[in-house]
């Protein structure tokens, strides 16, 4: 079944093209004007994730995310925003939202945050779970009491101690968790956002390299001469562990 996704947003030219683009994504979407009917319809048929504008009239998104968490729904929600300052990040996190996307925004950085928001409240199937691909499922990460191993590597979590085959590796603390991140979800693409909240614990924004810095020292330790590449870049999205 398709991933439901409930879209609330005033700006007609704004909903209209992303509910077109999200059911193209192969999401089942209810695209509404404000906040009195996001209420209506969550109450009503509640979906699989809310992607709610912050600026509407009568109840905004901010209001709806604080209906919905008093009443106790943990349906993730996604805010699309276009305040950019950090007191108003802060107030739509302290409402209850999930994450949330700046305007102007590229509809690939929705899909991506959706698909986190979807992984990380383990409702990920269809579209949400990775993007549409012909090959083979990923390969499940081998998990053991103490070891964990995907696409040939080898890592103890506990020693903090990891093997590329026979080779070990000397990996520096951000290293050894950002590998550690990558094994345990071996063939899923991770985005920009979550890896940056998993490992660093804030969203620097895509303006900063600093992910990329790290991900050019792990491949300069784990890449060998004629075996594969293992951390594949998603141009827009993320990175992905994988052996091709």
Known sequence: MPQTVLLAEDDRAIRHALERALTLEGYQVTAVADGVEALAHA???PPDV???DVM????DGLQVCRVLRAEGDRTPILMLTALVETADRIAGLDAGADDYVVKPFDVEEVF???RAL???????????AAPATSAPAPKEPLVSDRYIEAAGLRMDPQARRAWRGGRELELTRTEFE????LVRNSGIVLDHSTIYDRIWGYDFGPGSKNLAVYVGYLRRKLDEPGAPQLIHTVRGVGYVLRED
Do not use: N, Y
Request: charged share 20%; glycine share 10%.
């Open 118 to 128: 979807m992984r990380r409240s383990g409702t990920a199937t269809g579209p949400a």
């Open 112 to 114: 991506a945050r959706l």
């Open 56 to 59: 509407m009239p009568g109840i």
């Open 43 to 45: 109450h009503k048929s």
């Open 178 to 181: 950002l590998l550690e991140l």
């Open 50 to 52: 809310l992607v709610l």
